[in-house]
């Protein structure tokens, strides 16, 4: 028997919500199945395939809902979690109490944590780290725009490696360890570690490329690094870490 659990791919929040969702399905729902899972991504026309939902109960975590009757699970805490008008009125019409919705809270993460806990007695203390960290992620709560940048903590590496590595295997591996070993333990395994070293390095020569080719005017960053080839992609709060004053930044980049 298995539990298929959809979440938000590339996405901290997404992870540590199939991970929070997977011990939660564990310790108080079926503790001897086999827990499989697959990324979600937002696309033009239909979001979700059938033949996604093959296990034997379904999961959708952090991300939008479907009428699919092979859907048993599902939280998610953003305001445009319905696709179509119908896909709403199809989940408030459901009084199976297996399907959750909340856009107050910041992170999806937070939402099942605590709706597990209150309406299953499930314990996620043993999670807390984890749990806080997606919600400061998702919610962009840095202390100031050094935080993200420095990467200091370990939540930041991870998150790099998440949010940039495309192997589906690898986030399983992820997910299943975030569900019984500390976040600080999983950021420092070998298999992490490795995929950190070449996305940090390119984290940093990004630093150095929009600080090489930036200016502040009054209080706006402008960068222009379309001459730069394949940069792919940088921290949106690079600019605001070379110019604490700065309000507003205007960046020029190529897509690769």
Request: aromatic share 14%; glycine share 6%; proline share 5%.
């Amino acid at each position: 028997m298995k539990i298929k659990i959809c979440y938000h791919g590339n996405c901290f929040d997404g992870v540590s919500s199939a991970a929070v969702f997977g011990r939660f399905y564990r310790d108080k729902v079926n503790s001897d199945w086999e827990q499989t899972f697959q990324p979600m991504m937002h696309r033009s026309g239909s979001l979700f395939d059938e033949e996604a939902f093959d296990g034997d109960e379904n999961a959708i975590v952090d991300f939008k809902y479907t009428p699919s009757e092979k859907l048993t699970w599902w939280f998610d805490h953003h305001k445009s979690a319905f696709l179509t008008r119908s896909d709403e009125e199809h989940f408030r019409a459901y009084t199976g109490g297996k399907k959750f919705l909340d856009p107050n809270y910041k992170s999806c993460t937070q939402f099942i944590a605590d709706t597990a806990r209150e309406k299953f007695g499930f314990d996620p203390t043993p999670l807390n780290e984890l749990i806080e960290w997606a919600t400061i992620i998702d919610s962009a709560g840095y202390k100031n725009a050094a935080e993200p940048v420095e990467m200091q903590a370990p939540a930041f590496k991870l998150a790099l490696v998440i949010e940039c590595d495309r192997d589906q295997e690898l986030a399983k591996r992820i997910i299943l360890d975030l569900q019984k070993r500390s976040m600080k333990e999983v950021a420092e395994s070998p298999y992490v570690q490795e995929r950190i070293s070449p996305l940090y390095q390119r984290h940093l020569d990004a630093i150095e490329t929009i600080k090489s080719d930036s200016r502040l005017r009054g209080p706006v960053v402008f960068f222009d690094i379309s001459a730069r080839g394949n940069m792919e992609g940088y921290s949106k709060f690079i600019p605001y870490y070379l110019y604490p004053e700065a309000t507003y930044s205007v960046g020029v980049s190529l897509s690769p």
